[in-house]
């Protein structure tokens, strides 16, 4: 084994510039692709913030008795994924208005009378903190005769949740697209070094060399090429990350959403990933070279 890594890595040398694009192009596309990664990590992180704040706010009819309210918030409670039921009288809604809009208090000083309604503020287990449950939840609270209106963030929650379907699969077609294209690379790159020593592998193989023995040299370097391409790509998105987050964080990390970099086993399988990209490369490219 060590004499195949000192032949891989004398051919690196021999060399350069043909593996320098190679390790370039695929740190370029780990790059882009652990990019992506990025972005889906921070973005899944703030959508579970968003979705352990989400509530149901339960809005009933005006003429409901008061006689009512706990058989209805008794029944709430028996409902599927609800968590807490909490009754909000008018009076108190009025309070917490106010208390809200303290610079704009001289809006609500000539109401004659309390124009918001008596309501519930529905809170789910965890369990039930997504789109399609939420959703579920909220149409079967609306059927019940005392409910006037039912609001939970229907617009603003199910257009993120779009966009953020369409990026993941904008990333799995980005990440393919970049995968296919460094193998070709890679392949390429080995192609264009067998050609340069066809003489030498010729000679190899007519004095009883195995194709193994030929083969394994070029494995470890396509192998070494990924690694350093996969470790250079993610060392620029470190960089360009501490960049970001430097100037974003400040308006994040006051509240429970914190930004973060890839995960350590995210890293290694990255890593990993650009390491079997260069071994695939030098197998489609060893495959045509070396028929028999």
Same mark, same amino acid.
């Given at each position: 084994?060590?004499?195949?890594?000192?032949?891989?890595?004398?051919?690196? $040398? +021999? #060399? /350069?510039?043909?593996?320098?694009?190679?390790?370039?192009?695929?740190?370029?596309?780990?790059?882009? @692709?652990?990019?992506?990664?990025?972005?889906?990590?921070?973005?899944?992180?703030?959508?579970?913030?968003?979705?352990?704040?989400?509530?149901?706010?339960?809005?009933?009819?005006?003429?409901?008795?008061?006689?009512?309210?706990?058989?209805?918030?008794?029944?709430?409670?028996?409902?599927?994924?609800?968590?807490?039921?909490?009754?909000?009288?008018?009076?108190?809604?009025?309070?917490?208005?106010?208390?809200?809009?303290?610079?704009?208090?001289?809006?609500?000083?000539?109401?004659?009378?309390?124009?918001?309604?008596?309501?519930?503020?529905?809170?789910?287990?965890?369990?039930? /903190?997504?789109?399609?449950?939420?959703?579920?939840?909220?149409?079967?609270?609306?059927?019940?005769? +005392?409910?006037?209106?039912?609001?939970?963030?229907?617009?603003?929650?199910?257009?993120?949740?779009?966009?953020?379907?369409?990026?993941?699969?904008?990333?799995?077609?980005?990440?393919?697209?970049?995968? @296919?294209?460094?193998?070709?690379? @890679?392949?390429?790159?080995?192609?264009?070094?067998?050609?340069?020593? /066809?003489?030498?592998?010729?000679?190899? $193989?007519?004095?009883?060399?195995?194709? +193994?023995?030929?083969?394994?040299?070029?494995?470890?370097?396509?192998?070494? +090429?990924?690694?350093?391409?996969?470790?250079?790509?993610?060392?620029?998105?470190?960089?360009?990350?501490?960049?970001?987050?430097? #100037?974003?964080?400040?308006?994040?990390?006051?509240?429970?959403?914190?930004?973060?970099?890839?995960?350590?086993?995210?890293?290694?399988?990255?890593?990993?990933?650009?390491?079997?990209?260069?071994?695939?490369?030098?197998?489609?490219?060893?495959?045509?070279?070396?028929?028999?």
């Amino acid at each position: 084994m060590r004499l195949y890594l000192k032949r891989a890595i004398q051919d690196i $040398r +021999q #060399n /350069r510039f043909l593996n320098a694009v190679t390790i370039i192009t695929i740190a370029l596309s780990i790059l882009i @692709v652990s990019s992506f990664a990025l972005f889906f990590i921070n973005t899944s992180d703030l959508m579970n913030t968003w979705r352990e704040g989400v509530r149901i706010m339960v809005y009933l009819m005006p003429a409901t008795p008061a006689a009512e309210i706990p058989g209805l918030q008794k029944k709430m409670l028996g409902m599927y994924g609800v968590h807490e039921v909490r009754f909000i009288s008018r009076d108190d809604a009025l309070k917490q208005l106010r208390g809200q809009m303290r610079r704009q208090s001289a809006l609500l000083e000539n109401l004659k009378e309390n124009p918001l309604p008596d309501g519930f503020e529905v809170r789910m287990i965890d369990a039930s /903190r997504n789109w399609e449950k939420i959703e579920k939840l909220a149409v079967q609270i609306e059927d019940l005769p +005392q409910v006037e209106e039912v609001e939970y963030g229907r617009k603003w929650l199910g257009r993120f949740t779009n966009i953020f379907n369409l990026f993941t699969l904008a990333g799995y077609g980005l990440g393919a697209l970049f995968f @296919v294209a460094a193998v070709f690379f @890679v392949a390429n790159t080995i192609r264009l070094v067998l050609y340069t020593r /066809r003489d030498e592998i010729e000679i190899m $193989r007519l004095v009883g060399a195995e194709d +193994q023995f030929i083969k394994i040299p070029f494995y470890i370097e396509g192998i070494i +090429q990924g690694a350093l391409g996969g470790i250079i790509g993610l060392l620029l998105l470190f960089i360009v990350f501490l960049a970001i987050s430097s #100037n974003v964080a400040q308006d994040f990390t006051a509240g429970p959403f914190q930004i973060r970099f890839l995960p350590l086993h995210i890293l290694f399988s990255i890593i990993s990933s650009s390491m079997i990209v260069g071994w695939l490369g030098c197998l489609v490219s060893l495959k045509q070279f070396l028929k028999p």
